[in-house]
T-cell receptor
Framework: GNSVTQMEGPVTLSEEAFLTINCTYT??????LFWYVQYPGEGLQLLLK?????DKGSNKGFEATYRKETTSFHLEKGSVQVSDSAVYFC????????????FGDGTTLTVKP | EAGVVQSPRYKIIEKKQPVAFWCNPI?????LYWYRQNLGQGPELLIR????????DSQLPKDRFSAERLKGVDSTLKIQPAELGDSAVYLC??????????????FGPGTRLTVL
């Protein structure tokens, strides 16, 4: 079956530091890849997505590139802010497997001023 | 545009009691999902609906869990009887349909269930 493995947290950074959260996946088909973010007390919301190999998703200064050769979709941001503190989930959706979605376990990011 | 609405936000019950969660998806979204999220883990799919049809309920513990989406709009998830291990956050999500937007999902805030 499909699976998503995320870098274990928690991750603590100082404001303006560079962020990388690793995500690798296993899929039988050709998945679309997503990063969702969950702020305290809120539901998950889509941060960015990429639907085919070499696509780059970007939003709010975050980026991730769909790397089929390494089956990875690492999340990066050049300069984090305190407001980026949240839990980040990597996910895939496999349209060749009835659209089934698989989520990683999440990585908690804390940014300190 | 209103987002996915869930109620209640919090529920505390004793084991062996029944409990129900309600979800109203975004207007026009045909696909509705129920997930369970245990502490420190990602969401795990319980059931997915396309309109009123349950198209994937393979992960739903059918001995105690049931769900319905009678008119293809809002949905109810029920647990009867609840067990200690059911303590989790129950998330509802919706999407336009399975193929549109590559299955981008919109999540509600969740219901945090505590079973004592």
């Amino acid at each position: 079956g499909n699976s998503v493995t995320q870098m274990e947290g928690p991750v603590t950074l100082s404001e303006e530091a560079f962020l990388t959260i690793n995500c690798t996946y296993t899929a039988t088909g050709y998945p679309s890849l997503f990063w969702y973010v969950q702020y305290p007390g809120e539901g998950l919301q889509l941060l960015l997505k990429a639907t085919k190999a070499d696509d780059k998703g970007s939003n709010k200064g975050f980026e991730a590139t769909y790397r089929k050769e390494t089956t990875s979709f690492h999340l990066e941001k050049g300069s984090v802010q305190v407001s980026d503190s949240a839990v980040y989930f990597c996910a895939l959706s496999d349209l060749t497997n009835a659209g089934k979605s698989t989520f990683g376990d999440g990585t908690t990011l804390t940014v300190k001023p | 545009e209103a987002g996915v609405v869930q109620s209640p936000r919090y529920k505390i019950i004793e084991k062996k009691q029944p409990v129900a969660f309600w979800c109203n998806p975004i207007s026009g979204h045909n696909t509705l999902y129920w997930y369970r999220q245990n502490l420190g883990q990602g969401p795990e799919l319980l059931i997915r609906y396309e309109n009123e049809e349950a198209v994937d309920d393979s992960q739903l513990p059918k001995d105690r869990f049931s769900a319905e989406r009678l008119k293809g709009v809002d949905s109810t998830l029920k647990i009867q009887p609840a067990e200690l291990g059911d303590s989790a956050v129950y998330l509802c999500a919706s999407s336009l349909d399975q193929l549109a937007n590559f299955n981008e999902q919109f999540f509600g805030p969740g219901t945090r269930l505590t079973v004592l």
